[in-house]
C-alpha cells in the first residue's frame, strides 16, 4: 500500500469514527464538509478551479455544499475512501499527487480534537514528505513575509522559501510538522522557531501555503 493510500485509509477511519459535526482546521468546516471537498475534488473536475482560482470559487462551493446535502455522512466516506477519477485508474499518479493532500487533511482532522498527539511517522515516509517539501518550499513559502530556512531536524537538511536578503526565520522539526506549517497550518505545527520576535510573529500569523 502507498503512503497516499494509507493517509487516505486512515484519514476515512478517522472520519467514520467521529462523524459528520466534528471540527477541522480548515476553518469553518465539519468533517462532513472535508468529506465533500475530498469527493468533489476526485469526482466533480468541473468545479476543481475554485480550490484555486478566486473567481471561480462560488460555484466550487455551491457544488460541494450539493454534495454535503446529496450524500448521507458513510456514503461521503465512502467515496474517499474509493480513489475517484484519474486516481483510480493510474495508482503512480495518485502516489504522486494525493500523498501530501491526504497527510495534511488526515491531520487537519486528527489535530482539531482533543487530546491529539503527533504521530511517529515511518521513516521512509519522513524521507518522501521531506523530499515534496524540499522541492515546492519555494511556492508555498512564497507569500512569507519574511525569509525562511527550513530545518529538518533528524537529518539537518535544509530548504529555502519567501523573500531573500533581509530577516530570516529558522522553522526546524521533522519533515511531517515541516509540510503542516508551510501547508499554512503554522499554530498547529510542532516546530521550532529561531528568529527576531517579531519576524516570527509575522510568519506565524501569514497566509501561507498553496
Not at 497516499?4 to 462532513?32: F, V
Amino acid at each position: 500500500m502507498t503512503h497516499a493510500r494509507a493517509e487516505r485509509s486512515a484519514l476515512c477511519d478517522l472520519l467514520d469514527r467521529l462523524g459528520p459535526d466534528a471540527p477541522t482546521l480548515c476553518t469553518g468546516w465539519t468533517t462532513r464538509d472535508l468529506a465533500a471537498h475530498l469527493v468533489l475534488r476526485e469526482r466533480r473536475p468541473d468545479a476543481m478551479g475554485g480550490i484555486a482560482l478566486r473567481p471561480l470559487a462560488g460555484y466550487t462551493e455551491s457544488v460541494q455544499r450539493g454534495l454535503a446535502a446529496k450524500h448521507d455522512f458513510p456514503e461521503l466516506v465512502g467515496l474517499v475512501r474509493r480513489p475517484g477519477g484519474i486516481y483510480g485508474l493510474l495508482p503512480f499518479l495518485d502516489a504522486q499527487v494525493n500523498t501530501l493532500e491526504f497527510f495534511v487533511h488526515h491531520e487537519d482532522v486528527r489535530r482539531a480534537q482533543e487530546g491529539w498527539e503527533p504521530r511517529e511517522l515511518p521513516a521512509d515516509f519522513e524521507r518522501l514528505l521531506w523530499q515534496r517539501l524540499s522541492l515546492a518550499a519555494r511556492l508555498m513559502l512564497r507569500k512569507a513575509p519574511v525569509g525562511v530556512v527550513l530545518r529538518e531536524s533528524r537529518t539537518g537538511a535544509a530548504a529555502l522559501g519567501g523573500p531573500s536578503g533581509g530577516e530570516r526565520v529558522e522553522v526546524a522539526g521533522p519533515a511531517g510538522e515541516l509540510l503542516l506549517f508551510c501547508f499554512g497550518r503554522q499554530k498547529h505545527a510542532r516546530v521550532e522557531l529561531k528568529g527576531d520576535p517579531d519576524a516570527i510573529a509575522r510568519l506565524e500569523n501569514a497566509s501561507i501555503g498553496l
